[in-house]
């Protein structure tokens, strides 16, 4: 029972911004999105989360829609070194993580 | 901080072996995760600790596994006996509480063969 649909891969060309979809049309009113993202051999690593408000930090901006079903999170500009799987999560704060089957998002030169 | 560690970051064993795996998660942090991840069924949450009390060990697939974390500092996942199955990359994570930022360690290869 899936909370999340993410597409499985995208490409982006290094320098422009990537910016990766979440659906989430089953979330509900106390339940946050979280994004994390797993580089190759590497432990997943924490990005951004959001409950209502777009928010934004050093590594990238989480956009949410007014009706809560979806989100994007935007990388500005895109390096190599972003190549990874992103992981979009919903859930309640204080809930256990769960993590589905991410996008892979290739960052081309 | 150094982060959470695990140790060792790669293991072979024989099957039918006890494997032990350590995780010493970041001070301060009250919530600590075992996860388990595979080719076939991506990332698992085995286990969830909170001020080193189990919360959740629905993940933990079957009797052969086992977790502790007998105190705030220190954690381990035990197999025993180990299946070649049970090959996967183990990660240990921990979290100021359950729904901060989760912060994870490199992981450890366990190859049974």
């Not at chain 1, 769960?98 to 960052?107: C, E, Q």
């Not at chain 2, 933990?60 to 035990?78: G, Q, V």
């Not at chain 2, 049970?86 to 049974?112: M, N, W």
Request: overall charge neutral; charged content about 20%; proline content about 5%.
């Amino acid at each position: 029972d899936a909370k999340t649909t993410q597409p499985t891969s995208m490409d982006c060309a290094e320098g422009r911004a990537a910016n990766l979809p979440c659906n989430h049309s089953t979330i509900s009113g106390n339940e946050y999105v979280y994004w994390y993202r797993q580089i190759h051999s590497q432990g997943p690593q924490y990005i951004i989360h959001g409950l209502k408000n777009n928010e934004t930090n050093e590594m990238a901006s989480l956009i949410i829609t007014e009706d809560r079903k979806s989100s994007t999170l935007i990388l500005p500009h895109a390096t190599l070194r972003d190549t990874a799987v992103y992981y979009c999560i919903v859930m309640e704060y204080g809930n256990k993580l769960v993590f589905g089957a991410g996008t892979i998002l290739r960052v081309k030169s | 901080d150094a982060g959470v560690i695990q140790s060792p970051r790669h293991e072979v064993t024989e099957m039918g072996q006890e494997v032990t795996l350590r995780c010493k998660p970041i001070s301060g942090h009250n919530s600590l995760f075992w996860y388990r991840q595979t080719m076939m069924r991506g990332l698992e949450l085995l286990i969830y600790f909170n001020n080193n009390v189990p919360i959740d060990d629905s993940g933990m697939p079957e009797d052969r596994f086992s977790a502790k974390m007998p105190n705030a500092s220190f954690s381990t996942l035990k197999i025993q006996p180990s299946e070649p199955r049970d090959s996967a990359v183990y990660f240990c994570a921990s979290s100021i509480d359950r729904g901060s930022e989760a912060f994870f360690g490199q992981g450890t290869r366990l190859t049974v063969v």
